[in-house]
């Protein structure tokens, strides 16, 4: 038969046995062990409840049409347990798919999302405060899910959506008129901002309640469109943006648009009516309300009593911008777990507004704590973003120097780092930072570990960046001694990081068929984490890989092997290295060539 895919022939299979019904879902999942095969397929027994019947009976059915119609590459095929279908394929096949993937401009990366758009809300700090730890956690998983998303062909628009607007900017304006000196003033940056709006807040708590008045008086100056105040807002919303911008080029993130909450300010009012229009919202001592009780969400409030707005009604404004203005088929909400009951309020108010066409989607993740203690001001360990990464850097420049400087050949620069270590140290202490937050699954909570995050052995970034590094000398070595050429192609040497190579494979061994097999799910492990929005997803996947990598790197000689095998490995190892840097950056993590 022409269909060369388990999944095509599997589809088929169910579909002469139960013609009428829908098995676009049915799938092989790698097989759990090696002794049931390389794949198995359990759909007969998900299809037990539509189907009305024992799933046993399903599967004989199934089993005795794919049987049939078996193709060439499907080795051996076995019915086992409740309605389990086990399959091995040939060791051709794989081979013939691993050459594939190594020729594929996608890496095996199905394009699913081709044709549609999704908005990624992610990050979003507040304006005028200096990012902290705890906003790496948004960051980085944010920014992990829109790489995925690209990935699959989405055509993806991040967008920061600031906490710009509301009552600590009267704060901030009278703290800046009052508690700056003129120089701060003229060298505005956000730690000022941050300091001034500490000491009005104080201020404002004072007895006689004047200072608080007149912080008042100023964001109502600030709502009704005064120039004076406007211009300082707009210039504290530069000065964090300037600032936070900083962090993310650090940290390898772009946005397409930065439109904070005060994007969203005139279209408030409309959305509000119309929510009374629809007889959603009503009066209720003072406050418009949208009742949620019959849904267990409680009781969303859309306009305060004071006749000011609030989140609901600008995350409510802000989906409507948004569906108008991009069509997307989901958006996609990075937060804090905190923030659970809000969205789930406003989705279920969105959908009453007949935003259905559109998928909503809340993705919370837990707290972080810092080496066992949970992150708060009280606790002193609120740390700045800026100070971690410094502090990663620094840390990492250690490891860094302690490789690249040998005991018995003294450097008397030793001390001195070159720009190029630096660059690698960032590169390893960025790469730890996020690897140890992305291997969790987001709704976890996580505690930093700088041993952990960096350790070079076990489950971290370093590990996987060295894996990697390791597989790039390895091709260069075979490049030097075959004076750089391999087959017809010349090989990717001198540092230019590993490229598959084309060719036949030869899966000789046990390990290295386990390793294509383990390559060959690649595609379908990115397309996984994006469904589920969670990174960890892929990150598990790629320290399996490396791990099973090493076993077959230890136990497979590779450049003294006769040639035929030799060039097979090799292009084992290529393949290994590109979807090892391909799964890498899609988390935010670079890959250098040499560590
Ligand atoms: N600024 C908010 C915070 O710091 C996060 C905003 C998330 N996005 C949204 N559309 N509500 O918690």
Not at 93 to 101: D, E, N, Q, S, V
Not at 292 to 304: H, N, Q, T, W, Y
Not at 489 to 505: C, H, I, Q, V
Request: glycine share 8%; with cysteine.
């Amino acid at each position: 038969m022409a269909c060369d895919s388990i999944e095509g022939w599997l589809k088929a299979g169910f579909e002469a046995a139960f013609p009428g019904n829908d098995f676009s879902n049915v799938r092989a999942l790698p097989a759990t062990d090696a002794k049931f095969g390389d794949f198995q397929c359990n759909d007969a027994l998900a299809a037990a409840k539509t189907l009305h019947m024992p799933p046993r009976k399903i599967a004989e059915a199934v089993f005795a049409r794919l049987e049939a119609d078996r193709p060439d590459f499907i080795a051996k095929f076995e019915l086992a347990g409740p309605g389990f279908l086990n399959i091995t394929v040939s060791t051709d096949w794989i081979a013939a798919r691993l050459a594939a993937l190594a020729a594929d401009a996608h890496t095996g990366i199905p394009q699913t999302g081709a044709g549609q758009r999704v908005v990624i809300d992610y990050s979003s700090p507040n304006a005028a405060k200096q990012m902290h730890i705890g906003h790496i956690r948004s960051t980085v998983i944010g920014n992990a899910i829109d790489r995925i998303y690209r990935a699959l062909g989405y055509g993806v628009i991040a967008d920061n959506h600031l906490g710009d607007w509301g009552t600590q900017f009267g704060i901030l304006i009278k703290g800046y008129r009052e508690c700056l000196t003129q120089e701060e003033r003229d060298n505005l940056t956000v730690a000022n901002l941050e300091k001034c709006y500490v000491l009005s807040a104080a201020k404002a708590k004072e007895e006689d309640g004047a200072w608080k008045e007149a912080c008042k008086a100023e964001l109502v100056k600030l709502q009704q469109g005064d120039a004076d105040n406007l211009a300082l807002w707009k210039r504290f919303i530069d000065i964090s943006i300037g600032e936070f911008d900083r962090m993310y080029a650090k940290l390898g993130v772009k946005f397409d648009t930065y439109r904070g909450e005060s994007y969203y300010n005139d279209t408030m009012p409309g959305v509000v009516a119309k929510l009374q229009e629809m007889g959603l919202a009503v009066e209720s001592e003072g406050a418009l309300i949208v009742n949620l009780e019959a849904e267990k969400l409680g009781v969303a409030i859309v306009r305060k009593s004071d006749g000011g707005y609030n989140y609901t009604t600008s995350d409510l404004a802000c989906v409507k911008s948004r569906v108008e203005e991009y069509s997307p088929e989901r958006i996609i909400y990075v937060t804090d777990a905190r923030q659970q009951l809000h969205f789930r309020q406003w989705f279920s108010i969105a959908a009453k507004m007949g935003y259905s066409g559109v998928k909503l989607v809340h993705v919370p993740f837990g707290l972080m704590s810092y080496g066992g203690k949970a992150i708060s001001t009280r606790e002193g360990n609120l740390i700045k973003l800026d100070e971690l990464l410094a502090e990663a850097v620094r840390r990492a420049l250690e490891i860094v120097k302690a490789r690249t400087t040998t005991g018995d050949t003294p450097n008397p620069a030793a001390d001195q780092a070159t720009p190029a270590q630096i660059s690698l140290a960032e590169q390893i202490g960025y790469g730890a930072v996020k690897y140890s937050d992305l291997s969790h699954d987001p709704i976890t909570d996580i505690d930093f570990n700088w041993d952990k995050a960096l350790a070079l052995e076990g489950n971290s970034g370093p590990y996987l960046q060295y894996a990697y590094a390791r597989v790039c000398s390895l091709l260069d070595k075979a490049a030097e001694g075959e004076g750089g050429r391999f087959g017809e192609a010349a090989l990717p040497s001198g540092g230019r990081g590993a490229t598959a190579l084309p060719g036949e494979m030869l899966l000789s061994t046990p390990i290295e068929k386990q390793l294509g097999l383990q390559l060959l799910q690649f595609g379908p492990t990115v397309l996984r984490a994006a469904e589920c929005y969670k990174p960890s997803v892929l990150a598990d996947y790629l320290f399996q890989t490396a791990q099973l990598y090493s076993s077959f790197y230890q136990r497979s000689p590779i450049l003294k092997s006769e040639p035929a095998v030799r060039d097979a490995r090799l292009r084992l190892c290529a393949l290994f290295g590109k979807v090892l840097s391909t799964g890498l950056h899609l988390l935010g993590i670079e890959t250098p060539n040499r560590i």
